[in-house]
């Protein structure tokens, strides 16, 4: 019998795929032709086929590939198939007819068994169970971070007793980071905020003629809320992105194990000099998207609404006490922790690759604005209670 | 009939700014060949192998492939040209977010026209060639450095390319996982004809599988020396043999 087998993609290549019953229980396969992967390939479907459609059970498998031209992957992975097929049937498998080069790779990809453990399971869990891992996942979060507040907790108090190891250069590197070069995107945003909030309350103060209260509204909302907010939330897509990549990429490149297999505490060197560095910079630069805000809210009074400039002006210190600057500072000093602190903790806990490091600073993003957002609210409502 | 070189070089510069690394680098590879180019940190050979793959243009020269200019060549036809080559870099490069399989697969989905199944087959047979039968579904961030030099290699030759262009593959392994892969690049040329560059600075490495070689000189910025590296050994100019015995001769 001869059973002849060609891909009808195959057109006028030729016949590639043969196969004739030799000796009662033998095959011979027998290749021919250019058997590269810019072409369709037989399957070898045909070969399993006709190894249990012989008369009798055929035992021994022989190629012959005399006519045999350019071959490639596509051959080595039909070859390596027939093999399998024959290893799961006991057919004994005669090589000699192939070239050398492929015998030769052939034996170098069966030279090392398939690490059966090796293969995953489990990774088309359903959704049940994958909502399931996700919040175990989330829970066991929990302490990992309570354990770094500890650890950022002690280093504050090693820097009290001076005994915190970190280079002040560093500090001062972050801070000019944080603080000068943060100047522009401040500004711009503050502005604007500035200048919404003035048509915000132009339109609803009109109504009751008391335009004049614009004054109170941008100068109360920027000095104790909104400056601190947004520049709690520039900071944390400028900054605590930036803390989580630069710790991150230490990770991957080793350096903070080196840090620890000194001795010296990556806490001290490493998140110390960034969580003082926002600490002290955030304030400032609320204080100044306050004034940023005020003096927007003054141009849209002045220029839009004919309101006088020193009547916007005496309004704006009537309504201003110090307070309010206190209230902006402590909000301002606050964020600028949280932004730090979420930032180095994504940093610090990054796993050992690039994807981890992109990770790590999506998630310092998104854990910065959302401690952001807790401790406003936290905190607005302890300042109402306490009346201050 | 004269043998048209896989790889000719003729008058490279390569230049970073004012400072030039190497001039006038002048060399052929030839179908077969494992190629050696050797010498000391920062006579650069790794801008080399850049020049070679079109990841950096040279100051000056041309890089022939089978006898077509790369860097004169119009973009789909340097596309064309590099889908002959595969490269293995010297940290692996292998995507991180990325599986091996999906690795392996990524450049077979993108220039072959298969279906999923045939490309998985493909991607396990390559796995397997290197060693790495099952462990498709692993991230190269679970692997050892050894393994993860393999799977780079199995992604570099995923395309069958005719010219392989190993950056560095001894470095950070120990000897005999570094001679395991020694021996497999050796079994690779011969088995697959395929034409091998290793740029290496592995002594052991180097005299193991090299066929020729040049040698980069970081003091002159050029060549000094072109031929088998054993030959190099007995007999060559006298900077190379230092380099080779580690500045025992």
Redesign the interface.
Known sequence: MTNAFESPAAGKAGQMLDMRYVGGDGLLVVLSGRWC??RALPSRDAVEQALSEGVEDVRRLKFDAASLGAW???L??FL??VLKACAARGIEVDQDGLP???R??LA?????????????SG?DANLLARVGTATMKMFHGAPAMLRFLGEITLSFLRLLGGRARFRVSDMWLEVEQVGPRALPIVSVISFLVGLILAYLGADQLRLVGAQIFIADLVAIGMVREIGALMTGIIIAGRTGAAFAAQLGTMQVNEEIDAFKTLGISPIDFLVLPRMLALMLMVPLLTLYSGFVGMLAGLLVSVFIFDISLFEYYNETLRALELKHFWVGLSKGTVYGAMVAFAGCLRGMKC??????VGKAATSAVVTGILLITIAASVMTIVYYQLEI | MEVVPHIEVRGLSMAYGEFVVQRDLAFRVNPGDIFVIMGGNGCGKTTLMRALTGLQRPASGTVLYGGEDFWNAAPEDQERLQRRLGIMFQGGALWSSLTLAENVALPLAEYVDLSPSHIAEIVSFKLALVGLAGFEDFYPSELSGGMKKRASLARAMALDPEILIIDEPSSGLDPLTARRLDDLILELRDSLGATIVVISHDLASILTIGSDSIYLDAETHTMIATGNPRQALQSGDAKVRHFLTRGTA
């Open positions: 992967l810019d490639d992957s596509g080595l992975t390596a198939g050398e080069g492929i030769r790779l170098m990809a069966f030279a090392v068994p398939e690490q059966k453990v090796a293969r995953r990774r796993g050992r690759s690039a994807e981890a």
